[in-house]
């Protein structure tokens, strides 16, 4: 382990171990975008494409245009993958609480919706709530190990915590 390397040769682990963190979650997203097939046959109907337009204008950085689509849809079928989207776009907005409830809102719907246990994880850590960010983050990896997103984030909240070997182990899964 380079960290133990580090300390023992008596100089600064902060900027290797800061590499290493770069290295490998480089390819990492912070968050999910959205639903998975699975999760997108549950809220395929006539307004799905409504929600596809929704999700463009997110990703264009649109948030008051996706939430207008949203609203509507979410009415008429408030499924997890429209609330945990509407919870993002809140996260984006810096509204954290509000994006706590949508979140919790999907969960509710679709306890599985490990990426709105994610998302929701990312919220209480902005909010500096870490006792429920950190365990947002491992029930979400006891759900989906191969979230990559939960190990990365769980690894930098490890990080700044000063919790430095279960940072590297959370990144390395990542």
């Given amino acids: ?6 300390a023992q040769r008596g100089r600064s682990n902060l900027p290797l ?6 290295c490998l979650c480089s390819a990492c997203a912070p968050f999910s975008r959205g639903p998975d097939d699975a999760q997108m046959a ?3 109907t006539p307004t799905s494409s409504v929600y596809d337009r929704a999700l463009a204008a ?3 950085g649109r948030f008051n245009d996706a939430l207008a689509l949203l609203t509507p849809l979410l009415q008429s079928n408030p499924s997890a993958g429209a609330l945990n989207l509407r919870g993002m ?3 984006q907005q810096g509204d954290h609480a509000t994006a706590i409830d949508d979140f919790s809102q999907a969960l509710a ?5 490990v990426e709105s246990l994610n998302n929701r994880a990312l919220s209480y ?3 500096n709530q870490l006792d429920l960010a950190e365990a947002d983050y491992r029930t979400a990896i006891a759900q989906e190990a191969t979230l990559g997103p939960a190990h990365y984030n769980l690894g930098i909240l490890l990080y700044t915590d000063g919790r430095l070997p279960e940072a590297v182990a959370a990144l390395e899964q990542a």
């Avoid at 382990?1 to 580090?6: G, P, Q, S």
């Avoid at 171990?17 to 770069?22: G, M, P, T």
């Avoid at 719907?109 to 919706?113: E, G, L, N, P, V």
């Fill in 42 to 44: 549950e809220i395929q």
């Fill in 125 to 127: 850590q902005a909010l």
């Fill in 109 to 113: 719907s679709d306890r599985t919706f």
């Fill in 17 to 22: 171990l800061l590499a290493i963190l770069l």
């Fill in 1 to 6: 382990m380079a960290w133990v390397w580090c």
């Fill in 89 to 91: 776009i809140r996260q």
């Fill in 58 to 60: 997110y990703d264009e």
